[in-house]
């Protein structure tokens, strides 16, 4: 792909697929895991790598059709900087997705994760006090109805958990 940017570009492009390596075996285990709040990672489009790898097409894309050279004679084209634009899909590819919370992905101040693990549980649904904990507030009405789900398996392994829900998955 043509695109204007000079040196500054291609060290940030250097730094960004330096990580992929590092990022990619962490990613790969992503799929099969679910956090202790018993969201499938799966589930999520960035577990899932489904935004990450939209951003890489899309990469794909722009090159192939060579979009940058044509894009200024149509409306509103010439005001789009391509090599933010590919610098942004770059950064996307390689960071928007998560590893996963059992590889250190998952937000960074999760109360779910951070009690579940200082309880020594894999999921809460092996917690006497699932009922009326309120770590899941934060998630608003998902939290209630990831409470729900995780209530009514109590008593399954987190493998057996896993495999259930991804059955149910579409
Ligand atoms: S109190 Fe129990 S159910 Fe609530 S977040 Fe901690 S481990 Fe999970």
Not at 63 to 69: K, L, M, R, S, Y
Not at 128 to 151: A, S, Y
Request: proline share 5%.
């Amino acid at each position: 792909m043509r695109i204007p940017g000079g040196c500054h570009q291609a060290e940030e492009y250097k730094n960004i697929s330096s990580n992929v390596h590092f990022m990619d075996e962490r990613l790969n285990s992503a799929e099969n895991q679910a956090g202790p709040c018993g969201i499938l990672c799966g589930s999520c489009p960035l577990g899932g790598s489904i935004v990450a790898e939209s951003a890489s097409r899309t990469r794909k894309h722009i090159t192939e059709c060579d979009i940058p050279n044509w894009a200024p004679f149509v409306p509103g084209g010439e005001a789009i900087d391509w090599a933010a634009v590919d610098l942004g899909l770059a950064w996307m590819e390689t960071y928007a997705r998560c590893a996963g919370c059992e590889n250190g992905g998952g937000p960074p101040d999760c109360t779910i994760r951070i009690c579940a693990r200082e309880k020594g549980y894999d999921l809460c649904s092996s917690c006497e006090e699932l009922e009326g904990c309120t770590k899941f507030e934060w998630l608003r009405d998902q939290g209630q109805m990831i409470k729900d789900r995780l209530n009514e398996n109590r008593g399954l392994s987190k493998e057996e958990y896993i495999k259930k829900m991804t059955a149910k998955m579409p």
